[in-house]
């Protein structure tokens, strides 16, 4: 009964900076741990950072020194901030929560609806 929503999104210009929010809602979501994905029309959906709840995280290669996720515990809002964007990052970015997945190979169980990301050059 976890519900996660998702907000930031947006068109930006290459090399611009983004931050994307997540809402979460739930019982026990604080001791969840979640994550940011996305996905391109005809590519596989992508792991794009984690964090946990023990003040661990993990950055997927394509991103790693450009995203940084966070979370507020008090607010149960989980955010990624997006540095130097390209238009390969154009994408719709999901929000997702897990009780058990500590990883970015985790299986999420809980996800939000999406939110549109479009770079342009």
């Known amino acids: 009964q976890v519900q996660l929503v998702e907000s930031g999104g947006g068109s930006v210009q290459a090399g611009d900076s983004l931050r994307l929010s997540c809402a979460a809602s739930?019982?026990?979501?604080?001791?969840?741990?979640m994550g940011w994905f996305r996905q391109a029309p005809g590519k596989e959906r992508e792991p794009l950072a984690v964090v946990g709840v023990v003040g661990y995280s993990y950055y997927a290669d394509s991103v790693k020194g450009r995203f940084t996720i966070s979370r507020d515990f008090a607010k149960n809002t989980v955010d990624l901030h997006m540095n130097s964007l390209k238009p390969e990052d154009t994408a719709v970015y999901y929000c997702a929560a897990d009780r058990t997945a500590r990883t970015l190979k985790g299986v999420y169980a809980y996800w939000g609806q999406g939110t549109q990301v479009t770079v342009s050059s």
């Open positions: 739930g019982r026990f979501v604080s001791s969840y741990t």
